[in-house]
């Protein structure tokens, strides 16, 4: 299931060694769907799309297992077959479109220039922005479009106990929520022990890391 020439782990190994070697930096990309999604891109980029196909999937467990490469379009395709051959598949709804819609982010809130993402309590009450939200998750997520310059989302988020990414536009103050001092000594040492070259990814979510 899912065979991959070998030679792509080699190769990779290369320019692994070649980036400790030189002291760069390396930028690991799929697709690139989730560019936008980044304080910062930086590093020669690495394609991780040559090492792909699932490796094991188990319908009775929910579980799968897939290669970083693997396209989600891949992944949805063996879901799909297999509810054809359990006969299991839904015939498709309004609620079915509405879900993948959100999932791949079409709704048409999603076509705004400035975007935010609020990470919240589910059972919080509405946060002090005059938006109409769009409610995900059981109201753990809660998405605004065109939010007014002047409303201090981020403060807004944290009177509420919660979070605030900035989607889509111009980021004031950087993309994802800052972190607090201890948070941030934590990230920091995470990052010097999985990647003790800094090697991958510089800069992609907390600047200067």
Not at 87 to 113: I, K, Q
Request: hydrophobic share 45%; with cysteine; charged share 25%.
């Amino acid at each position: 299931m899912g065979e991959v020439d070998e030679s792509v782990l080699e190769g990779w190994r290369e320019r692994l060694a070649s980036a400790r070697r030189n002291r760069s930096t390396l930028r690991l990309r799929g697709s690139g769907t989730k560019d936008f999604y980044a304080e910062g891109l930086e590093g020669e980029v690495m394609d991780l799309r040559g090492w792909h196909g699932i490796v094991d999937y188990e319908p009775s467990e929910l579980v799968i297992s897939v290669r970083c490469g693997t396209p989600l379009s891949e992944v949805e395709a063996a879901l799909a077959a297999r509810e054809r051959i359990g006969g299991d598949a839904v015939a498709t709804s309004v609620a079915e479109n509405f879900w993948s819609a959100l999932r791949h982010y079409r709704l048409p809130l999603f076509a705004a220039d400035n975007i935010w993402r609020l990470s919240l309590p589910p059972a919080a009450a509405p946060a002090d922005i005059p938006v109409e939200p769009l409610i995900d998750w059981g109201g753990a997520l809660r998405w605004y479009a065109n939010v007014p310059a002047e409303i201090a989302v981020r403060e807004r988020a944290g009177a509420a106990q919660g979070t605030a990414l900035h989607w889509r536009g111009a980021p004031p103050g950087g993309r994802f929520q800052p972190l607090s001092p201890v948070i941030a000594r934590l990230h920091r040492r995470l990052k010097e022990h999985f990647d003790p070259d800094a090697i991958f990814n510089p800069g992609r979510l907390i600047a200067g890391l």
